[in-house]
């Protein structure tokens, strides 16, 4: 019997513990968090077996830690537990939605000789506490293994012990280096989520006379909008966290709307038509996620393809 430990239990966290629940009943689950609402809900759910406001209170019993907190919190139990005594073996991941910084930080394991496996599921929703978790949320999603942080065999070995444990997850292991991940990432998750942001805060400015127009909104625009409602807090962390990524993002979408404008203003119906059918040559995607998934995924798909541009490698 293992004993796994999940540092916070929001959407991610909670839907890691169930995936585990279900794949290995018998390994015990403990959660740190900073509700303890939230810590008796996920008790009484049975999604975790023992509870705790600290992570220093439990962390040297465990034989995995996920740290699964905003990335600056994890970047701070990172140092915590590089203070800590902890079993020689335990398996330290993260699943934070940037890497270069983490990674960075997580020197101070490797150093400690701790075992540390950078990662990220690609998987989320508009909604993040544990009232939205299910064991299915990541299935077929990709998931980042990052290559920075499988330095020798040992390391390899415990990536492989981590993706026993996450089976249930039925996701799609990919191996990237960190700040490969972090220029993916930033096309089309962070960036997407600066427009959908951008362009419901401009609505909102825009119908402040007029209530009425934002609620005609047709399904499409409902979907920025719920995109648009996630966690804030989580969010100024990501984007701070990859922000010479997302300022060179920025500046060059701007370009691109500056050629909207400039064809627009010169009525250039061919410059106009070619932009749309880039666009659509681009657009293909399998759409196999769960159906709870399916809408927002679709339409963060479609603002990422307007964001659109040269990816470097």
């Keep these: 019997m293992k004993t796994i430990l999940i540092d916070g239990l929001g959407l991610i966290g909670g839907s890691i513990a169930l995936a585990i629940r279900k794949k290995w009943p018998d390994d015990r ?21 023992e509870g705790s406001l600290q992570l220093n209170a439990v962390a040297a019993d465990a034989d995995v830690i996920v740290l699964s907190a905003p990335v600056g919190i994890i970047i701070d139990h990172i140092k915590t537990l590089a203070e800590l005594s902890l079993k020689p073996e335990v398996i330290v991941t993260d699943v934070g939605s940037t890497k270069q910084e983490i990674v960075k930080h997580a020197q101070k394991l490797t150093e400690k000789k701790v075992i540390f496996i950078g990662g990220h599921p690609m998987a989320g929703w508009h909604k993040t506490t544990i009232s939205a978790a299910r064991a299915d949320l990541f299935q077929s999603a990709y998931y980042f293994l990052i290559d920075d942080t499988l330095i020798d065999e040992r390391h390899k070995a415990a990536a492989r012990a981590l993706q026993g444990l996450l089976s249930e997850l039925d996701v799609k292991w990919l191996t990237v280096s960190a700040s490969r991940h972090d220029r993916i990432v930033a096309q ?3 960036l997407p989520h600066i427009l959908a942001s951008g ?12 209530p009425l127009s934002l609620k005609l909104a047709a399904g499409g625009f ?7 409602s996630s966690d804030p807090t989580m969010w100024t962390d990501i984007l701070l966290s990859n922000r010479e990524t997302l300022i060179d993002k920025i500046n060059r979408f701007h370009q691109y709307l500056e050629r909207v404008r400039q064809a627009l203003a010169a009525s250039d119906r061919e410059s106009i038509r070619t932009f749309f059918e880039k666009r659509k040559s681009r657009a293909t995607i399998s759409m196999n996620r769960p159906a709870h998934m399916h809408r927002t995924f679709t339409t963060y798909f479609l603002i990422s393809q307007i964001a659109l541009v040269h990816l470097p490698v």
């Design 188 to 190: 089309i998750s962070h």
């Design 199 to 210: 362009l419901v805060n401009m609505s909102q400015n825009e119908f402040q006379s007029s």
């Design 222 to 228: 409902k979907s920025i909008t719920r995109i648009a």
């Design 29 to 49: 689950i403990v959660a740190v968090d900073v509700s303890p609402a939230v810590l008796e809900h996920a008790k009484r759910s049975g999604i975790i077996d």
